[in-house]
């Protein structure tokens, strides 16, 4: 039975074969799509982020000023 190729292998990729680019380029844009959709679930169950992907609070903590600035808060 003949192996799959990964086609993520960057290394052993042949950018002249167009199959194989699209390929990699498929495979790129779901995985990064799949790990933005991971931390998107992520920032709304910890409830840092609402549905539609607006922040729930937009303070700065205390601990997080800089006590320099000259801006009040």
């Not at 799959?4 to 680019?21: G, S």
């Not at 495979?27 to 549905?51: C, F």
């Amino acid at each position: 039975m003949p192996r799959t190729k990964n086609p993520l292998d960057y290394a052993n990729l042949n950018l002249d074969d167009p199959r194989e680019h699209d390929a990699f380029l498929d495979a790129w844009i779901a995985k990064g799509s799949a790990q933005t959709a991971d931390h998107l679930r992520s920032l709304k169950a910890r409830g840092i982020i609402d549905e539609h992907g607006r922040r729930t609070a937009t303070h700065t903590p205390a601990d997080m000023l800089d006590p320099n600035s000259s801006v009040e808060q």
